[in-house]
């Protein structure tokens, strides 16, 4: 699901606004009692606690084993996969995912696997990185690692769509989509821009010996400091979000 390595402990402390935004998709989920549900590249669990304290069965998987650790430490049911090739022998009512699909680069792959463990009428609902997204963030990430030798490739393989191009692949694979939205959300993130760097783009920063990555990182962060950071010294992500719900048809449908 994601070639990059997560620290659990960190992404608890400096990224918790991720799972915390994701209440709206959970919204659009709409947890029915006594479904079974997956929740697809389910982190540490803190959203998948949430679907099962609402009355359904919940499968976590994460393609991370200290992800999948922290989520068994809350008491779910969580198991190691990708995105592209988890099996499980039961066909589920729904899948969920929140924050994920834009690691997941074979996105058709992935889209082929939840359909087929969904049973006829189940759903898919999800929210991920959508085009445009953290387009500051990028710039300067690449910027910055061609000036230290990384080469214009070195960026982490983000996955950001169009509106349009995920729904064409949805109903391409066979999905109804109920509905698509595609809107920006500019976040703040409180353990500021160094911290998220260090976690969300560490596969870039591994490239680098360990005691230059400080200086990569605040060099990145001068660069996005007249974009992102407030007057007031809190920094802000130019996140952009698709949210989604999609469905198997019903065979009477």
Known sequence: MV?????????????????????AALDLLAVKPGETIIDLGCGDGALTEKILDAGATVIGIDADQAMVDAAVDRGIDA??????????????DA?????????????????????AHLKPG??????????????AVCT??????????????CLPNWFFPTRDQYHDMLEDAGFMVREIAIFPRLTHVPAGIEAWLELMTAKTIAKLPVNERPQFVKEVAALLKPALQAYNGEWHIDYVRIQFEAI??????
């Open 248 to 253: 198997i048809p019903d065979d009477d449908d």
């Open 95 to 115: 899948v969920f995912s929140n924050a994920v699909l834009h690691w997941v680069p074979k996105a058709d792959d992935a889209i082929r696997q939840v359909k």
């Open 79 to 92: 198991r190691l996969g990708d995105a592209t090739d988890f099996e499980l022998p039961e066909m589920v």
């Open 3 to 23: 070639e990059q390595k997560w620290d659990a402990a960190a992404y608890a402390r400096n990224a918790r606004f991720v799972s915390d935004l994701g209440i």
């Open 122 to 135: 189940g759903r898919f609902v999800g929210e991920f990185g959508g085009h445009g997204n953290i387009a």
């Open 140 to 153: 300067a990430l690449r910027a910055v690692a061609i000036q230290w030798g990384l080469g214009p490739d």
